[in-house]
């Protein structure tokens, strides 16, 4: 039976990136030997590496002045990384869920933390609004896509500091003004590649300012990993070149604004089914719903049928819609690899379990 993949992440890869890995773990780039075994200093890989740099730059248009590295570790340990490198005195976050706290706590770490809005004690249904960021502190950090929660920001916030975003599971969902960003991570198994690399977008200008601050461990600096263009140890060499196929495939498709209509789409039909049935309901406001991360639950009087929708769904090739522990019911992710079709197919399955 065809499977539709809903999962959170490790998630979704398309077709194209996984027919291209196919093909490179027999032979890459005629080389004879496989992606899994080759050197990652040879020149074919090399070429992996700065290619997956260019078409990140290109597809996401970030300007001069920012380089985009390609590191182990997770997008956890950017939650240390984060603030190790950038946190002299105080930074400034926003609370909007179990990432945003894992965030907070790490930071927490290396200086004064000053929650500027928290969603806590809604469980995070909602973005915080009409806070103010202090003008002193070092930078301000955002959560923009919550992937347990399923709520996001979906906009490039103006704020008179340094802008820090994890945007490990909305990336390449809209176009996003990196200009006003110092820096943008994430871990690639939402929305670009197999677990096991993370991205970090960096401001050049940030590298270095710790001298004299912190000294700082090797692995552990930014500078180390830009200065080698991510080749200062051995990088995660397959997920790196997983990496590049979904680039191209985002390229092949028309960029950044074709796949944030086509998640928009999708978001859209779920959402409409959601709000049209008498059995489901969504657990977010509607402002701030993600678009890739669909959270929704069964409606008090019919909540002891949870069990039995997961096990329906189940049997119509639907995998992963199970609700994360903290909220409960469903959750549908939709990332960029996922057809419209599954989506229709889901949508199709809640309003069969309706009727019956
Ligand atoms: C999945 C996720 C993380 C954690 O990523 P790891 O690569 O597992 O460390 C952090 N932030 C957000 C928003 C995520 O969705």
């Known amino acids: 039976m065809k499977k539709h993949n809903f999962y959170a992440g490790p998630s979704i890869l398309s077709q194209y990136t996984i027919d ?3 093909d490179a773990i027999r032979d890459f780039a005629g080389t004879g030997l496989s992606i899994l075994e080759i050197s990652h200093r040879s020149k074919e890989f090399t070429a992996v590496m700065d290619e997956a740099e260019q078409l990140f730059k290109e597809l996401l248009d970030i300007p001069a002045g920012y380089r985009v590295i390609f590191l182990g570790g997770g997008a956890s340990t950017q939650f240390c990384m984060v603030p190790m490198n950038l946190l002299k005195t105080k930074a400034a976050y926003l609370d909007t869920g179990t990432w945003a706290n894992k965030a907070i706590k790490e930071a927490k770490l290396f200086g004064e933390v000053c929650v500027v809005g928290s969603s806590k004690e809604d469980n995070y249904t909602y973005i915080p609004k009409g806070y103010t960021v202090p003008a002193d ?5 955002i959560t923009t896509n919550n992937t347990i929660y399923g709520t996001e920001i979906r906009e490039d916030y103006d704020v008179p500091v340094r802008l820090v975003a994890d945007m490990s599971s ?5 176009p996003v003004d990196v200009s006003k960003y110092d820096l943008i991570y994430g871990g690639a198994q939402k929305n670009i590649a197999p677990a096991g690399v993370t991205f970090i977008i960096i401001k050049e200008e940030v590298l270095g300012r710790m001298e004299g601050v912190r000294v700082l461990p090797t692995m552990l600096n930014y500078k180390t990993h830009v ?3 991510s080749m200062f140890n051995t990088p ?7 990496a590049l196929q979904t680039l191209k495939w985002y390229k092949e498709l028309g960029g950044v604004k074709e796949l944030q209509r086509i998640d928009e789409e ?3 039909v779920l959402y409409d089914a959601i709000d049209s049935s008498k059995m489901f309901v969504g657990t977010v406001k509607a402002e701030d719903r993600s678009i890739m991360n669909v959270c929704f639950v069964m409606k008090p009087e019919y909540k002891e049928l949870e069990k039995d929708f997961l096990e329906f ?12 522990r903290s909220v409960g019911g469903f959750r549908a992710s939709l990332y960029n690899a996922l057809p419209l079709e599954s989506v229709k197919v889901l949508t199709a399955a809640m ?4 009727n019956k």
């Open 20 to 22: 291209h890995c196919v």
């Open 137 to 141: 502190v070092d930078y301000f950090h």
């Open 170 to 174: 909305d990336i390449f969902s809209r």
């Open 227 to 229: 200065e080698k263009g």
């Open 236 to 242: 995660p060499v397959f997920p790196v070149y997983a």
């Open 266 to 268: 999708k978001a859209a």
């Open 313 to 324: 769904a189940t049997s119509k090739g639907i995998v992963g819609i199970k609700g994360h």
């Open 351 to 354: 309003k069969e379990f309706e």
